[in-house]
């Protein structure tokens, strides 16, 4: 069980175009989804936590008009980067947060390759 | 400050070697949970362990032991008789759990090379 899947794997856009990386919990609801960003060979840096029905909380430093992010339902939450330039090329996973909250284990899809050019 | 420090950049090993992963936490919390995750070049994060603060006892897995130190504010992660598969970035990640703080801190990742 909780299984997190990312759609797609690996994109590559041109400049200035949007894309949208879907996450999905498989088989629990995830009230909560947070969702990182890595730079190669560095580590696994917090963007925003998303919580179904409301606003998604952003990091300081994340701009929100550029990391677009919803969380429509209990097992769905996009991150749209909107107007995509090269230096948003990165690794982005998301994560779901399992039933247990106080331990505040988390679920990590897969991941997404975003390669704008 | 909440902060994890893994202090080893990349580590090279031959196949066989014991090898210890350290980390090195601070946290103002009382309750905290700390985790160990695997993440190999495919890049797909993998569990390996979580450990409240409340529970040092050591662990061991396999091939796998954590070394959970509270004195010394410390969780070191060691790999006995390593092997090839093993290879792959291992992030050691803080959670505090007090005061509605629900962030995952990672730590930079220790790179861990096994050759044959």
């Known amino acids: 069980g909780a299984v997190v899947s990312q759609h797609p794997s690996r994109v590559i856009c041109k400049s200035g175009t949007s894309v949208k990386i879907e996450c999905r919990s498989l088989?629990?609801?995830?009230?909560?989804m947070f969702w990182y960003r890595q730079f190669p060979k560095k580590s696994l840096m917090l963007m925003a936590t998303?919580?179904?029905?409301?606003?998604?909380?952003?990091e300081q430093g994340v701009e929100k008009d550029k990391f677009l992010i919803n969380h429509a339902s209990l097992t769905l939450s996009t991150l749209t980067v909107t107007s995509a330039h090269p230096e948003d090329s990165s690794f982005y996973i998301c994560?779901?947060?399992?039933?247990?909250?106080?331990?505040?284990?988390?679920?990590f899809g897969p991941g997404t390759r975003l390669t704008v050019t | 400050a909440q902060k994890v420090t893994q202090a080893q950049t990349e580590i090279s090993v031959v196949e066989k070697e014991d090898v210890t992963l350290d980390c090195v936490y601070e946290t103002r919390d009382t309750t905290y949970y700390l985790f160990w995750y695997k993440q190999p070049p495919s890049g797909e994060l993998v569990f390996l362990i979580r450990r409240n603060s409340f529970d040092e006892q050591n662990e061991i897995s396999g091939r796998y032991s954590w070394n959970f130190q509270k004195s010394t504010s410390s969780f070191n992660f060691t790999i006995t008789a390593s092997q090839v598969v093993d290879s792959a970035v291992y992030f050691c990640a803080l959670r505090p759990i007090s005061g509605g703080y629900n962030k995952l801190i990672f730590g930079a990742g220790t790179r861990l090379a096994v050759h044959p």
């Open positions: 994560s779901a947060r399992g039933r247990d909250r106080a331990s505040g284990e988390q679920y």
């Open positions: 088989d629990f609801q995830a009230t909560t």
């Open positions: 998303s919580n179904e029905g409301s606003k998604a909380t952003y």
